[in-house]
């Protein structure tokens, strides 16, 4: 649901309830006036969530709107109001993540910056020929996206090596003064280099980014393809560079402008990026490789889940985020978030199940693997041709919003419809900020499903909740079933303004019998930014048959990564001490097309043991393995991972329980649980008056950012974190 | 919108759910293909399908995989259903690829089906077909054009069960290993379909838990009558009446002659009969096309008139009647020669849209590239065998309102391209070029996607090099006064010692180490008059080195400086009134 409507004389929303209730302000005393606190920031489509965490325990919460013109106009006006709610000291910002939409706008808006390419003699077209696959079947009137560089843009260097680096025809410098002379005319701001079979020698391509680079200054953003991604397959190397150069000016002078303008307000903590791979970095190594941060909104809320997942020693959890505008869902295990590198930014749904591949830009960095539909709560229900009702991926947006917000929208919404069944207060959400009119709701809903398909207007809006469920069931098989996880062996976290909505539904659909709703759902993935870690991955090209490769080789090649990695992290400033390598391998069998990641566990990477964790991982994802059959080693990579006191569980329980919960009026109202249950009169508390004993659904919880809706058959208790935890009936 | 939903004795709700429900079980199982098969040609060009079938043998459901193969299922499943019922039992697993009597489309395509049992009856089936390596034959690869009878193609397999109850088939494992160059890749290529087929039968059995298999019935019958009824409705929208197109394959070997594709398109009502009456007979070589892909691509070009949310189960197949004469290259008797088969399925595509053009102009696509090219490359290299087996596309023709595309698969595919880098790493070859090619793109009101270039040089003693391409002398057609798309061409060594090969040599081509083959294929077909497209689009092909100024001026009466890119609008004017007053 959205919560908030955009009001611009309105610009900050304290999330009032636990926030207020829960953070008594305490006489600040010399003592306290030390206390550093830190802050994660979210920005989303339409708000910026912020929250504040003090190295005493204090936290604090805020949502700003957003402002595209410059997203740190919020940020600031954010911190200052919690500051000052908080009274806190600039000075006493000791820490600052941040997870930003800046760099996917700047692709879904085609705002990037103007970039040039330029590839081996013979191949500058790769980028524009893509992999040719078509995301949709029958379509005749398809568009393919435009290449972000187009083909004049586009230039060629004449050299040329082979697939194990051998040089069969030497770099012509001229070719590339040439090219650098037509950049310069073509006035680019960026520029992206990819040779081929750089990621097995890239001295052509490093030669070729110094020749631009002293001819073309430091004015222009230059991108080594082979840098950022040292690994087989030229277009996706290619294009993955290609969008880092595209961002690249964007996302320095967002983040510079940024810095610049918290130190003038006295903030001199440094900025730490959250990334797509759930990772942070600073906004130095950020500006370097800003194609590594475009999914980090959706990973803070995942980043979040596996925390949670920790604390609870819980060893597998999907997480749920239903926002305004769309649903994200991802996998956590053993406490880690599953990761792939098959990424297509643009491509407007990503079911994750890289079988709808062309539909936007390929970024092959780590990224943690979210599944991502456009079903919000402001999500417009249309019928299509067929009669078959559709939520989403139009959304109606924070304006005019959903019918029953009043503020013009006629669209009916997935919100709509939850206030239709009673899910959603018929009077006013947010603390009763935000009025809602029962009658829109039910008006739109008629119109829009009831009257078409014939049906009663409780059965059309209990549709419309059937339809949305089905469509994130479909995303969360794509990073479960179709991984070859069974979901029922998971645990279901719901956060986001929706999450708690339909998270039971998902839960039947799947029969996972265990949903977690984390408290403050609304904010849980800003708060996850806080218990971020930093963490890179440094990765080796290798492309060879497993058992040729002597064991020592083996060692010497991941000590040569493990040594990058650490001189790397140091040289940001971080201690080796604090610094945790892990060791992994993507592996096929010889003639398969995609590699599985093994982990390779301690420091005895023997190849036998090697494959036998390939064998094992590949039964485990395909159902079958294949012990005679060669394997090939592609890719050796080292995860390096900084551990610091914001690792720290403790402060994260201590978060989670600070939130608290508020008690509501106790109270009651018919909601709708499709034709099996009917309309049942419903007991609608706070998150405060569960505890421990379970209590039988129906029940709907009501919080400041969200609603929680506990069906028939389900019941639910408070957790001694504060989480409601639901278990489901099959 | 109308309530044009679900049938009336069904929930709409439920049967939304079942829909997604079945078509994510069908791309689930196209992604278990796609990331554990092992061959080049089924996990990186994509050629393969997945579906799934009712316990009829009715698609309910399709992977997203090729269009022009889904349409193919239904043949071999009439067969499996009529001659194995009663016969199948729990744990079966149905194997077929001869298209003379088992349904299949050329000898590399192997069926794997499996039925779908749920408390002791049969409920449905989980159906997987992909283009193998190599099924022994001639040619490595198993694609020679030159092949006169199909006893030349390779091993040829009847539906037969590859798991009888439960029990693996070794007989004929052990057969199939002994018939193929690349017994890896094929036996790879098969574990792939088998674990798809066992996703397919999971999924499909936790929607029978959920709904009762007595339940889930009417849901796939009502899944079948709404295709149905909004195909008709699509087909009640074109204007009734008899409409004609013939196009052309250029022909085979050395000294071709052209082969004909005669549709006659008679649109009544709801219904619609495509007539191949008139197409050339079969031909003693490779490229005669057997029915079921006939079919197929039949239901797949009249499925493109429609709107995309039609369900794509077999329901939308029923107004369609597609009649093609036995003994012709489009209904080849036993034993014509059919491993290259594509190359005409793919024309029938296009013959159907030619004609259809004639009825519904704004729905229709002008000519591709043609379908995918198809070469090969084989030999030795250190004492072991290597293969490459590349299936080129694509480029689209221009639509009504919009340009062709290029670098794209051909609608009625969905291929994918092979990395540069894998083929050498792999390979005893270099890929000298992959590129666009200037002013291939048919002109028009909306532009023809422009053709590709891929030239390969060999880095091994020798290789072997067979090649099935098309669109030389008879290139993409146009549409509304679109020009055609560039021909094709395939050279070897370019330069003054070239040598100009056929689209369809006859035999295999030996190319030493060294020596460089070119192939370049046919531009997209234009839409529309080229004069009264916009000149700033002009202009803007030029700079993008999509159009030269030469083409921009002669074809298109747009004056574009080539150095500034600037329209000079009076000249533009003058050029196209020049015409104007010629006519």
Known sequence: VLLIEFDPNLRFLPIGGYALNSTARQPRDESQAMDTVRFGVDIGGT????????????????????????YGDGILAGIDDVRRRQDVDASAVADLVHASTVATNAILEHRGARTALVTTKGFRDVLEMRRLRIPVLYDLQYEKPPPLVPRHLRFEVDERLG??????????????????????????????????????DPSHERRVVALLRRRLGDRVYITGAADILPQIREYERTSTATVNAYVGPVVSRYL?????????????????????????????????????????????????????????????????????????????????????????????????????KGGGYPIKLPFIDVSEIGAGGGSIVTLDSTGGIKVGPLSAGAVPGPACYGLGGRDATFTDAMVVLGYVNPAAIAGGRVAIDAARARQAVERAVAVPLGLSLSDAAFGVYAIAVASMTRAVKAVTTYRGRDPRDFVLTAFGGNGPVAAVGVAQALEISRVLVPPAPGVFSAFGLLFSEVEHEFVASRFRRLDGIPERDLAQSFADLEARAVAALTADGYAPGSIRLRRAADLRYAGQAYELTVPIAGDRASPVAVAEAFHDEHRRTYGHRSD???????????????????????????????????????????????????????????????????????????????TTVIPPGARGRLDGFGNIDIEVSP | VTADAAPSRLDPITFEVIKHALSSIADEMALVVMRSAYSAVVRDSMDYSTALCDRNGEIVAQGLTLAVQLGAFPD??????????????????????DPYGSGGQHLPDIYVIKPIFAEGSLEGYACTMAHHSDVGGIAPGSVAMHATEIHQEGLCLPTLKLYDAGKPNETLFRIIEKNTRQPVHVLGDLRAQLAACAVGERGFLKLIARHGAAG????????????????????????????????????????????????????????????????????????????????????????????????????????????????????????????????????????????????????????????????TFGGWQDGRPFVLTEVMVGTWGARARRDGIEG???????????PVELIEAELPLEV??????????????????????????????????????????????????GRPGGPSSNVVDPGPNRRILPTMPMEAIRLKRGQVFRHVSAGGGGYGDPYRRQPASVADDVRNGKVSATAAREVYGVAVDPETFAVDDAATRRLRERREAAE
């Open chain 1, 47 to 70: 708000f910026t969530d912020l929250v504040m965490l003090g190295q005493d325990g204090r936290v604090e919460t805020c949502k700003v709107s957003s402002t595209p013109g410059d």
């Open chain 1, 163 to 200: 697939p194990r680096g051998e040089v069969w025809r030497p770099l012509d410098e001229a070719s590339v003064e040439a090219a650098a002379e037509a950049i310069r005319e073509a006035e680019a701001d960026a520029v992206a280099v990819a040779l081929l079979h750089a990621h097995t």
């Open chain 1, 256 to 356: 510079s402008s940024l810095t610049r303008r918290l130190k003038a307000n006295g903030i001199a903590a440094p900025l730490a990026i959250m990334q797509s791979n759930g990772g942070i970095m600073t906004a130095e190594a950020a500006t370097l490789r800003p194609a590594s941060i475009v999914e980090s909104g959706p990973a803070a809320g995942v980043i979040a889940a596996a925390r949670l997942a920790r604390v609870l020693d819980l060893p597998n959890v999907i997480s749920f985020d239903m926002g305004g505008t769309t649903a994200k869902t991802a996998i956590v295990e053993g406490g880690e978030p599953a990761k792939t590198t098959e990424y297509e930014v643009g491509a407007g749904i990503n079911l994750s199940s890289r079988l709808v």
């Open chain 1, 628 to 706: 005679r059959d060669p394997i090939d080693l592609i890719t050796l990579k080292v995860l390096a991972r900084v551990e610091n006191r914001t690792t720290d569980d403790d402060a994260f329980v201590g978060a989670l329980r600070h939130f608290g919960g508020g008690s509501g009026q106790r109270r009651s109202r018919p909601a709708y649980f499709g034709r099996d249950h009917g309309t049942l009169e419903t007991p609608v508390i706070g998150r405060g008056d569960l505890d421990a004993m379970a209590r039988e659904g129906p029940l709907i919880v009501e919080e400041y950012d969200a």
């Open chain 2, 76 to 97: 071999g499943m009439r067969r499996i259903v009529r001659e194995f019922a009663g016969a199948t039992r729990p744990g079966d697993v149905f194997l077929f690829n």
């Open chain 2, 216 to 375: 889930l019935r009417p849901y796939l019958a009502g899944l079948q009558e709404q295709a149905e009824r909004l195909m008709r409705a699509v087909i009640r929208d074109i204007p009734d009446g008899t409409y004609r197109f013939a196009d052309h394959i250029d022909g085979i070997g050395e000294t071709p002659v052209p082969l004909t594709i005669q549709v006659e398109i008679v649109v009544a009502g709801d219904s619609i009969v495509v007539d191949f009456a008139g197409t050339s007979p079969q031909v003693k070589a490779a490229i005669n096309c057997p029915v079921a892909m006939v079919n197929s691509c039949t239901y797949c070009a009249i499925r493109c008139m429609a709107p995309a949310d039609i369900p794509n189960c077999e329901g939308y197949m029923r107004p369609v009647t597609v009649r093609a004469p036995a003994g012709s290259i489009l209904n080849p008797v036993y034993p014509a020669a059919c491993a290259a088969r594509g190359v005409m399925g793919y024309r029938v595509f296009d013959a159907i849209m030619g004609a259809l053009a004639q009825a519904a102009p704004e729905r229709v696509i002008a000519a591709g590239e043609g379908g995918p090219t198809l070469l």
């Open chain 2, 408 to 418: 794209i698969s051909n609608p009625a595919a969905n291929l994918s391209n092979q």
């Open chain 2, 432 to 481: 000298v070029q992959y590129a666009m090619v200037a002013d291939s793109g048919g002109a028009g009101e909306r532009r023809g996607g422009l053709a590709f270039l891929r030239e390969y040089r060999v880095l091994a003693e020798e290789a072997v090099c067979t090649l099935r391409s098309d669109r030389r002398d008879h290139p993409p057609y146009g549409i509304a006064g």
